[in-house]
Nanobody
Framework: QVQLVESGGGLVQPGGSLRLSCAAS????????MGWYRQAPGKQRELVAS???????NYADSVKGRFTISRDSAKNTVYLQMSSLKPVDTAVYYC??????????????WGQGTLVTVSS
């Protein structure tokens, strides 16, 4: 079994900052990529940012220059530093991991989600 545990969501004023964390644990052989998705009320889930094992990053256009994804490979943890937050960033943020488990099976795992609310 593999689990992703997210933390760091909450209420923040427009223009503020938050940092999300996501730690992967369990029967992991290697992690190929981790990322953050979000889903706002009434909308589809969308990719926010991702980072590969090689450190390559990808961002949604809407967050470029405001959000930064990073990782600590030794801790199997990914972070999302969010700055200059806007009300449109309000959503449930989900962590995602694509990995090999100890049986060398390709798995895609999701966290439970953490709510980010940007409001004055």
């Amino acid at each position: 079994q593999v689990q992703l545990v997210e933390s760091g969501g909450g209420l923040v004023q427009p223009g503020g900052s938050l940092r999300l964390s996501c730690a992967a644990s369990g029967r992991i052989f290697s992690i190929n990529a981790m990322g953050w998705y979000r889903q706002a009320p009434g909308k589809q889930r969308e990719l926010v940012a991702s980072i590969t094992s090689g450190g390559n990053t990808n961002y949604a256009d809407s967050v470029k220059g405001r959000f930064t994804i990073s990782r600590d490979s030794a801790k199997n943890t990914v972070y999302l530093q969010m700055s200059s937050l806007k009300p449109v960033d309000t959503a449930v943020y989900y962590c995602n991991a694509r990995l090999l488990d100890l049986l060398r099976r390709n798995l895609e795992v999701w966290g439970q989600g953490t709510l980010v609310t940007v409001s004055s």
